[in-house]
């Protein structure tokens, strides 16, 4: 039997990719869902009112079904990333719960990466048979929003104790490995922002989110029990890294 080319190898990982972020939205709606059941135990509301949330998870359920049936993928693409940019925007300003600055920066930038994730999709990139050309408007914004998040990765890393303890704790070599760490991400979001070697950069970031997300996402006592993260909260953000992987394989293996 012979081995798959590499055209082959590129294909499969695009299109798991896509299998990823167009199933984002299920793993995000029961995350929430369970989030909101473990608050209402001690009587603390959810981020959004009771009944705009139901429709905004309805929204989010039904665009992730269409998109993962290949159904006008690129229309419900740019509606999820719509409903997730609302849901959001109106989580920040009901401030019905209260996160400290570093938490709400972790939570908002992956938010913003997603519906960066969701243009690209939107864009074309990812389709197995690509019937239209990109729309190359949508899939630059979508990687302007993925730089954001980087610059906010270096932010925390420089200004968020709990984040550079959670690094700390798991890469050798102490304050120097963080550093280049900084400097890794600092260099991937100018890739991302300006436009250029951005394959490039999606394949080196596709080696490393896993890492962070196994080893410092993955660190569950230490956000539940040091950090005071909700422990639904934190595995919802765990799945905003997933999708994030997912968008960035796309933009990986689908020049």
């Known amino acids: 039997m012979a081995a798959p080319s590499s055209k082959q190898v590129l294909r499969f990982f695009c299109q798991f ?3 990823i972020l167009t199933r984002f939205g299920f793993w995000n709606c029961f995350t929430m869902l369970m989030l909101f059941a473990e608050r209402a135990d ?7 009112p009771i009944p705009y949330l139901y429709f ?6 039904l665009c992730a079904s269409f998109m993962s049936f290949g159904v006008k993928r690129r229309w419900f693409a740019l509606g999820a990333a719509l409903q997730l940019a609302i849901s959001s925007y109106a989580s920040h300003v009901g401030e019905q719960v209260h996160y400290t600055d570093w938490l709400k920066v972790r939570m908002y930038s992956r938010a913003l990466a997603v519906i960066g994730g969701f243009l690209v999709l939107a864009s074309g990139a990812g389709e197995l048979y690509r019937q239209k050309h990109r729309t190359r408007s949508l899939q630059s914004t979508g990687q302007v929003f993925i730089g954001v998040y980087l610059i906010c990765m270096v932010y925390s890393l420089q200004h968020s104790k ?9 890469i050798p070599g102490g304050e120097m490995a963080l550093m280049l760490l900084v400097l890794l991400f600092g260099t991937l979001a100018l890739a991302f922002l300006s436009g ?3 394959q490039l950069a999606s394949q080196i970031l596709a080696v490393v989110l896993p890492f962070v997300l196994l080893f410092i996402d993955g660190n569950m006592g230490y956000w539940h029990n040091s950090c ?5 909260n934190q595995l919802k953000l765990m799945g905003h890294h997933v999708g994030i ?11």
């Open 196 to 198: 250029y070697y951005v």
């Open 162 to 170: 709990e984040d550079r303890m959670a690094y700390l704790n798991h």
């Open 42 to 48: 001690v009587k603390r509301k959810p981020d959004i």
């Open 17 to 19: 990719g896509a299998f």
């Open 56 to 61: 905004d998870m309805g929204v989010s359920v």
């Open 228 to 232: 005071h993260v909700e422990f639904w």
């Open 245 to 255: 992987f997912g968008a960035v394989l796309i933009l990986a293996t689908d020049a």
